[in-house]
């Protein structure tokens, strides 16, 4: 922590005014300023995050429903059984089972895409590089809505682009969000085009502290550039990957948006996500079970966060 | 030099198709804007506008108040923005520069909801909110994400990276301990507050669940709530009136990005590297 850094004094010489002795007014003086520079952030903080998350713990072992909206201490509670619920509830366990799908087929995607762009643009090309840069990273700052309400368009089982785009090869393109064999697989598709930017700039980044003497070095030893990437390039890159890595899936596992604006989970439910399903089950007033659901989401994702610290460690 | 290899054009022709593929949606959407129903479903489709239209933005106006989403949207975004800018700085500051009761206890709490799920926060904030009667109002939009643990993270290591003679140097020359950082430390944190503020803004003016849910009445609707609503009801297959509208929702993000493009690059960087 830099606050402990003791004041450097070197080069003030001629004003030797020791500090000791007014330490303790200072340190006060030090101590009011940090609580009052605190105060805004942690009361908003208190009541708008840290106090909801002990309640929706508290809701979910308790038969809260919208009706104990204004009571919501009024309620009874019920232990586990708001869990046992969730996990014996077929619609949910298929949720649960999209959402690992699309985590397991859409991150290893997302993050090739990104890795490739990164490295293409870092030591392949010169020019137009922030043009590159620039048009992957679009996706990434536009609204949810407005991309899905486009690639619905887009997606059209007749006069649709993508469809037609396949037509001219000869391929009769099926429809694409109205089939429950292609559906998850056309949201995954989107995600990966929508997200990829984002690991993209990250790697980018990363990519700036690859030695390229060792680089060099490697060439000389008769290394080619795939050997050199997976033996250089990756190892230094590791950090960065790692973030990737708990970012992408933590915010795969919290899929949501896409299905909500582009299928409603259809069809057959063959697109619905578990946080999706969690929402539905607020909808519908069930506020214990909803609770239950999210607090089933929050401890994957710990759970998934801690085990690709732990795997990524251990192979150092 | 192998330090800057021989361009190749292969990787040229892969990135442009690439390119290609991301950007192909964001023109379509505007082209076909401009575009009459029946040449929109016509099979094959038409690349650009056989007679340019504006009737469906005419017809989007005619029928929904999109301007008083826009202000609504517009409202919401900055205020939010200003309020991180503000809090997460001050709080980031007294993080990284001072000694108080309770320091550590408020970084790891803060930090330790970095990850939290937002539908683990949804349903007390949603309850919480309709007993305030709050419900369909702009604070409704703005209270919940006026401070988020991501900005404190950000700024935090900002100031950490400013050294503590500065802060030396004000007590010399009498500065008070709060002064210190709002005369010398704020206004060095400009860059900061650049990236901050944009990931914010765009943070705050894409946001969908929260808004859906507690602004439903046509007052408090912004711009993609009104677009997601108009999207999923009778309109949901008058493709030009969703191209126009969701042309108008993406138009101001895409030109606050291109012009600002540096600081996101750089925000979403340093968060990544530390």
Redesign the interface.
């Known amino acids: 922590?830099?606050?402990?850094?003791p004041?450097?004094q070197a080069t003030?010489a001629t004003?030797p005014t020791s500090p000791t002795p007014r330490r303790p007014r200072?340190?006060a003086?030090?101590?009011?300023?940090?609580?009052?520079?605190?105060v805004?952030?942690?009361v908003?903080?208190s009541?708008?995050?840290?106090?909801?998350?002990i309640?929706?713990m508290f809701?979910s072992f308790t038969d809260t429903r919208s009706r104990d909206?204004?009571t919501?201490f009024a309620v009874n509670f019920i232990g586990l059984e708001n869990y046992a619920r969730a996990l014996s509830d077929p619609v949910y366990l298929k949720s649960a089972l999209n959402t690992g799908i699309f985590v397991v087929v859409g991150m290893p995607l997302t993050i090739a895409a990104a890795l490739a762009?990164a490295v293409?643009?870092d030591?392949?090309?010169?020019?137009?590089r922030?043009?590159?840069?620039?048009?992957?990273?679009?996706?990434v700052?536009?609204?949810?809505?407005?991309?899905?309400?486009?690639?619905?368009?887009?997606l059209q089982p007749?006069?649709?682009?993508v469809n037609?785009v396949l037509?001219w090869f000869g391929i009769d393109g099926p429809n694409w969000l109205g089939d429950p064999r292609t559906a998850l697989g056309s949201l995954i598709a989107m995600v990966v085009?929508r997200n990829f930017?984002?690991g993209m700039?990250?790697f980018?980044?990363?990519l700036q502290s690859v030695p390229?003497q060792l680089?060099?070095a490697a060439?000389l030893d008769g290394a080619n550039a795939w050997q050199r990437f997976w033996n250089v390039t990756i190892p230094t890159l590791r950090?960065?990957l790692l973030?990737?890595l708990v970012t992408t899936t933590?915010g795969y596992?919290?899929f949501?948006?896409e299905p909500?604006?582009m299928t409603?989970g259809g069809p057959l439910n063959s697109t619905i996500s578990a946080?999706m399903y969690?929402?539905q089950q607020?909808g519908f007033g069930n506020?214990g079970v909803?609770?239950a659901?999210?607090?089933l989401?929050?401890v994957v994702?710990?759970l998934v966060?801690l085990a690709q610290f732990r795997a990524t460690r251990e192979r150092d | 030099m192998f330090n800057a290899p021989r361009p190749r054009w292969w990787l040229y022709l892969l990135l442009t198709v690439l390119l290609l593929i991301v950007i192909t949606p964001f023109i379509w959407m505007v082209l076909g804007s401009f575009k009459s129903q029946t040449e929109l479903l016509r099979t094959p489709p038409t690349w650009l506008p056989e007679a340019w239209t504006l009737d469906n933005y005419q017809r989007l106006f005619d029928r929904l108040a999109f301007s008083r989403y826009f202000a609504n949207s517009t409202i919401v975004a900055v205020a939010v923005t200003l309020g991180n800018l503000l809090f997460s700085s001050m709080l980031g500051y007294a993080l990284a520069h001072l000694k108080y009761p309770g320091r550590n206890v408020i970084f790891g709490a803060v930090m330790g909801t970095l990850m939290v799920p937002g539908l683990v926060l949804f349903i007390p904030q949603f309850v919480l909110i309709v007993n305030i009667g709050l419900a369909n109002t702009l604070p409704a939009l703005v209270l919940p994400f006026l401070v988020q643990p991501f900005g404190v993270f950000l700024m935090r290591q900002f100031f950490l990276g400013l050294p503590a003679e500065l802060k030396e140097a004000g007590r010399i020359d009498g500065v008070g301990e709060v002064g210190i950082f709002f005369r010398i430390y704020l206004p060095l944190a400009i860059p900061a507050f650049a990236t901050l503020g944009i990931l914010t803004f765009l943070g705050s003016w894409n946001n969908f669940l929260w808004p859906l849910v507690v602004a439903t009445t046509e007052q408090s609707y912004t711009l993609p709530v009104a677009l997601a609503l108009v999207s999923t009801g009778q309109n949901q297959t008058d493709y030009g009136l969703l191209m126009a509208g969701a042309t108008i929702v993406v138009t101001p993000v895409l030109l606050v990005f291109l012009f600002f493009q540096r600081f996101f690059v750089e925000g979403v960087a340093t968060t990544g590297i530390k």
């Open positions: 922590m830099s606050g402990a850094a004041p450097a003030a004003s200072r340190g003086a030090e101590a009011r300023a940090g609580l009052l520079l605190s805004p952030f942690v908003f903080f009541v708008f995050t840290a106090w909801p998350i309640q929706s809701m909206l204004r919501p762009a293409a643009l030591k392949g090309v010169t020019r137009l922030s043009v590159y840069r620039v048009g992957f990273y679009t996706p700052v536009t609204s949810i809505v407005a991309v899905a309400v486009v690639w619905r368009f887009l007749d006069s649709g682009l037609t037509g085009w930017g984002t700039v990250i980018l980044a990363g390229w680089h060099e060439a950090p960065t973030f990737v933590i596992l919290q949501f948006e909500f604006v409603r946080s969690t929402y607020f506020y909803a609770s659901m999210a607090y989401t929050f994702v710990a966060t």
